[in-house]
């Protein structure tokens, strides 16, 4: 049981570690220009990304060409984090 309430905490710095990649992306698609293919950073960014983004792409459809399904992955992310983090002091663990 130790090792349970070892790696929530990890687990739970994980997916805040993912939001910022995640935020990065988002960002960065402000700028239509970039290309993502060439360079290898956003190339990897956005390997990492896309899929977890292709998730809710298809539930909140674009309001005037913004693409709003992000705040939902956002909303996903911080869900779960929580309930790591609650787990974990449910456990006799601690949090961040």
Avoid at 2 to 23: F, H
């Amino acid at each position: 049981m130790e090792i349970v309430t070892q790696l929530l905490p990890v687990l739970a710095r994980t997916l805040e570690i993912y939001s910022l990649i995640l935020l990065v992306r988002v960002l960065l698609s402000w700028f239509p220009n970039l290309d993502w293919s060439s360079n290898p950073v956003l190339a990897t960014v956005s390997s990492i990304t896309d899929p977890y983004l292709n998730a809710f792409r298809g539930l909140i459809p674009p309001l005037g060409g913004l693409d709003l399904s992000a705040i939902l992955a956002f909303l996903a992310l911080q869900l779960m984090q929580n309930l790591l983090l609650g787990a974990g002091a449910a456990l006799g663990g601690y949090g961040l």
